[in-house]
């Protein structure tokens, strides 16, 4: 099956930690991106990538990194510096201007 | 500065009456328009899209409409359908890359049997 695959679905950090959010696609897409989904709020643009070993600052990079070593990965980390990182994290790729989002990974910092 | 704005965060229709769905936005230069559906717990789905040289495009239950003079589109679903129950996001970019692409804050649709 194509898709988008994250990992884990809920994630539990304790505040200081860096964390990494998994996200695989086999959809053969070039582009990728991360979205964070706060409530009361649209999505919004962490970083995203239009090519392997290219990435870029989206709307609210600050406290978060990113790498793209490989075309079916797009890995986020969230560092300490984040300072409101309990969010629902969204990875998408897409193709046409059409975006395909993976299932979310749920971050809490206890 | 939210570009693309939802001013009703739910709303609530009679299973088999029409459902509709608005988003206004404030940059000229989107040219293409998205809906997305979310059911909790998961990533956003593509419904359906418009682009600017069209003011409506239908797919089945749903239909988009685009004013593009008073910066305004909306989502008919018709028949509503239990299963339409979702929290609906509007999207609008430009350009190619969906990195200029940005979305309202969502509307919850119930659907009442």
């Known amino acids: 099956d194509g898709g988008i695959t994250q990992s884990p679905k809920y994630l539990f950090r304790k505040e200081g930690q860096n964390v990494t959010l998994s996200c695989e696609q086999n959809l053969n897409h070039d582009a990728m991106y991360w979205y964070r989904q706060d409530p009361g709020q649209g999505l919004r643009l962490i970083y995203y990538?239009?090519?392997?070993?290219?990435?870029q600052k989206g709307d609210i990079a600050e406290g978060y990194s990113v790498s793209r070593e490989k075309k079916e990965s797009f890995p986020l980390t969230v560092t300490s510096a984040q300072k409101n990182p309990t969010a629902f994290y969204l990875c998408?790729?897409?193709?046409?201007?059409?975006?395909?989002f993976g299932p979310g990974t749920r971050l809490t910092v206890l | 500065d939210q570009q693309v704005k939802q001013n009703s965060p739910s709303l609530s229709v009679q299973e088999g009456r029409i459902s509709i769905l608005n988003c206004d936005y404030t940059n000229s230069m989107f040219d293409y328009f998205l809906w997305y559906k979310k059911y909790p717990a998961e990533g956003p789905t593509f419904l359906i899209s418009i682009s600017s040289i069209k003011d409506k495009n239908e797919d089945g239950r749903f239909t988009v409409f685009l004013n593009k003079s008073a910066k305004h589109l909306s989502l008919h679903i018709v028949p509503s359908q239990p299963g339409d129950s979702a929290v609906y996001f509007c999207a609008a970019g430009w350009g190619t890359g969906a990195n200029n692409l940005f979305f309202g804050t969502g509307t919850r649709l119930t659907v009442i049997p």
């Open positions: 990538s239009q090519i392997v070993n290219d990435f």
């Open positions: 998408a790729s897409s193709v046409n201007n059409e975006q395909f």
